[in-house]
Nanobody, 124 residues
Framework: QVQLVESGGGLVQAGGSLRLSCAAS????????MGWFRQAPGKEREFVATIGWSGGSTVYADSVNGRFTISRDNAKNTVYLQMNTLKPEDTAVYYCAAAARTYGGTYPANYAYWGQGTQVTVSS
């Protein structure tokens, strides 16, 4: 089992920045690829970013590429999502997830463990 707890969400104006954190406990964190997903009201959960277990492989959704950066600190069992130049359409509940593989990919089904989510609201 892996327990994931997100933090860092909040209300920000368009153009602003937030950094989300996801603290992991349980199994060995470095053995898991990590991902960030988001879900807006009335919409399906969508992929945002993923990072391989070593931190060397990152993939982003087109909608956030160039604005968001995923990173991880295996010594702190934490994955981050730095979000810059935020837009109102980035408003959603953001979830981190863990996949027991070297690379998690973009599909939610690849991830066995999920956090409870943190709300990000971007005002125009």
């Amino acid at each position: 089992q892996v327990q994931l707890v997100e933090s860092g969400g909040g209300l920000v104006q368009a153009g602003g920045s937030l950094r989300l954190s996801c603290a992991a406990s349980g199994r060995t964190f470095r053995n898991y690829a990590m991902g960030w997903f988001r879900q807006a009201p009335g919409k399906e959960r969508e992929f945002v970013a993923t990072i391989g277990w070593s931190g060397g492989s990152t993939v982003y959704a087109d909608s956030v590429n160039g604005r968001f950066t995923i990173s991880r600190d295996n010594a702190k069992n934490t994955v981050y999502l730095q979000m810059n130049t935020l837009k109102p359409e980035d408003t959603a509940v953001y979830y981190c997830a863990a996949a027991a593989r070297t690379y998690g990919g973009t599909y939610p089904a690849n991830y066995a463990y999920w956090g409870q989510g943190t709300q990000v609201t971007v005002s125009s």
